[in-house]
């Protein structure tokens, strides 16, 4: 059974960074697309970043685009999700996602219903 979990999260002022990794076993990242996503209280879950571990494709929402660089670490079977210049909208709990399908485009990357293993996710509060 894949299990990815999480870690990385916290409080942190605006303009600050954060770098969550997504630690992933019983399986090789390299046969999956791994992806961020995250949810802030009272909405849906939102894609952020995804990664083709096989090609090192990516795939970034125009919103973090410039600030956020997802990365993977297929020795250590880790994905990395580095978050700089962070604003107080991107307080959400951060999810990090397994789909089978080996692709990174918008279409994969943005629906949630296109990963199938899923971690329990780390809180991230952006604020002063």
């Known amino acids: 059974q894949v299990q990815l979990v999480e870690s990385g999260g916290g409080l942190v002022q605006p303009g600050g960074s954060l770098r969550l990794s997504c630690a992933a076993s019983?399986?090789?990242?390299?046969?999956?697309?791994i992806g961020w996503f995250r949810q802030a209280p009272g909405k849906g879950r939102e894609g952020v970043s995804c990664?083709?571990?096989?090609?090192?494709?990516?795939y970034d929402t125009d919103s973090v685009k410039g600030r956020f660089t997802i990365s993977t670490d297929n020795a250590k079977n880790t994905v990395y999700l580095q978050m700089n210049s962070l604003k107080p909208k991107n307080t959400a709990t951060y999810y990090c996602?397994?789909?089978?399908?080996?692709?990174?485009?918008?279409?994969?990357?943005?629906?949630?219903?296109?990963?199938?293993?899923w971690g329990q996710g780390t809180q991230v509060t952006v604020s002063s």
């Open positions: 990664i083709s571990s096989s090609d090192g494709t990516t």
């Open positions: 996602a397994a789909g089978a399908r080996i692709t990174t485009n918008q279409a994969m990357c943005s629906n949630p219903w296109n990963f199938g293993s």
């Open positions: 019983r399986f090789t990242l390299e046969h999956y697309t």
